[in-house]
């Protein structure tokens, strides 16, 4: 079995293997989280000799195009006379790149004024950054690509510390970009298309392209996708599932490899391309879904690239059993039209993985976010007599215990032991399993238990 499907994992827990709602009486600190471990060359060169070529290789091409990168930033700004480039403004954005608009939207100014500044947000390897609100103006030439996403919490030891604070998050699939950005302008410029606008969407078509080809190259020999990309260091060069990054890495060459309509303009070598990738990306996932006395439950929001152990990302964000991320690969999953029998078995495991953890009877806060994040106390885990059910955010691997992380890398079994900071700005429960498990419900039906 591989190590990352056994139970025992980085941290060491104090805590029963009974379950484990949280408890203010027996709350204690259960463990500490450690620093995820980067790709670098030392680490491959100790691989098995079979696979360190397809690694250095891909190492090499994350450092030359980052290079790349670089330099083309340095001519823009050389040529443009910006000598004191801005960050972009933050914000999400995102809203602005949903798919829920009219369908003559979609060939109006606004879509096509959209459209043109998401593209001068994108950065030369096809990626794009993140938390910009890339569609209310361009980007300046010789301004950088991304807002200034250094944590406000400054501290030497944090995990999320940048390597090079100038290039942070450059590109990266985090915080639904990248694939998000890619999506809209395909739809975009099909819409572009089907109206004979040809000359409007040609600019369209080609960062969608560029698009698709960061998602090539950016995904590891074993099928999973970094964070970020090149490669930065730290947790971004885990294989990420947190954000749903790699999952909708997965969905999107899967549509472009299906010819989905979106996608249908795209060339026939990029086309070839996808296929294989998605297979990988897909047999990566389901490498990934972790066992405990051998069932299949869940997946992790992160993991090593190179020992697909489940790892941490910042300082609260702890190797463990993720709900949230583990509802995606499930829809995703359940929304395949034909699906293999690994990724139907992978469904019926995770759902009754899914039933097993639901907890009934409390509320995470009072339901008024902002009331709660003005209160002394913050928002709490609080007692409803018939509330639920909820899912907790984490999970401990191998007890399935609710666990929770603090800013100074503490790991707690009570969400109100944390500090009140990290309860008010995180999402530490969630109720979308409710209406996953309502559609597996029907879909179990039509795609019952292999064997």
């Not at 204690?28 to 060359?41: E, H, L, S, Y």
């Not at 900071?421 to 292999?450: C, K, M």
Request: hydrophobic content about 40%.
């Amino acid at each position: 079995m591989h190590r990352a499907h056994r139970s025992a994992f980085l941290l060491v827990f104090l805590v029963s293997a009974a379950l484990c709602l949280p408890h203010a009486a027996t709350a204690k600190v259960i463990g500490a989280n450690r620093i995820a471990t980067p790709v670098d060359r030392a680490r491959i060169a100790a691989l098995p000799q079979k696979d360190r070529k397809a690694w250095l290789d891909y190492l090499d091409r994350s450092e030359k195009q980052k290079a790349r990168d670089k330099q083309i930033f340095a001519a823009e700004q050389k040529a443009s006379g910006n000598t004191h480039p801005r960050h972009a403004a933050g914000g999400r954005g995102m809203f602005a790149l949903r798919r829920d608009h009219p369908a003559d939207w979609w060939t109006g100014a606004e879509a096509l004024a959209d459209a043109r500044n998401i593209i001068t947000w994108q950065i030369p390897d096809g990626g794009w950054s993140k938390n910009i609100d890339m569609v209310s103006q361009p980007r300046a030439p010789g301004d950088f690509y991304d807002a200034d996403n250094e944590n406000r919490f400054p501290d030497s030891a944090d995990f999320d510390k940048p390597v090079d604070p100038s290039w942070h998050y450059i590109a990266t699939l985090d915080n639904d970009s990248t694939w998000m950005q890619i999506r809209f302008l395909a739809h975009v410029a099909t819409a572009l298309l089907a109206a004979h606008r040809d000359a409007d969407a040609a600019p369209i078509r080609a960062s969608v392209q560029r698009g698709i080809l960061y998602l090539l190259n950016s995904q590891y020999p074993n099928g999973g996708w970094p964070q970020v990309w090149p490669l930065e260091g730290g947790y971004h060069d885990a294989i990420t599932l947190n954000d749903d990054a790699m999952t909708h890495a997965v969905e999107i060459l899967h549509d472009v490899a299906g010819a989905a309509p979106d996608y249908r303009f795209l060339p026939a070598r990029i086309v070839r391309r996808a296929g294989p990738a998605a297979a990988r990306g897909m047999d990566c996932l389901l490498r990934l879904q972790i066992v405990e006395n051998g069932r299949k439950t869940a997946w992790a929001q992160q993991y090593d690239a190179l020992t697909l152990e489940p790892t941490s990302a910042r300082n609260y964000e702890m190797p463990a059993l993720s709900s949230d991320e583990s509802f995606t690969i499930v829809d995703f999953l359940m929304s395949l039209p034909n699906p293999a029998p690994a990724q139907v078995a992978a469904v019926h495991a995770a759902c009754a993985w899914f039933a097993k953890v639901q907890i009934y009877g409390f509320r995470f806060g009072s339901g008024n976010f902002l009331a709660d994040r003005q209160s002394p106390l913050g928002r709490r885990l609080v007692a409803v007599q018939d509330a639920g059910p909820i899912w907790s955010r984490y999970y401990q691997i191998g007890s399935d215990t609710p666990i929770f992380g603090d800013r100074d890398k503490t790991i707690h079994d009570d969400v109100n032991d944390i500090s009140r900071e990290r309860r008010n700005g995180y999402a530490w429960f969630n109720s979308t399993g409710v209406d996953v498990l309502s559609r597996y419900h029907a879909w179990a039906q039509a795609h019952p238990l292999p064997g």
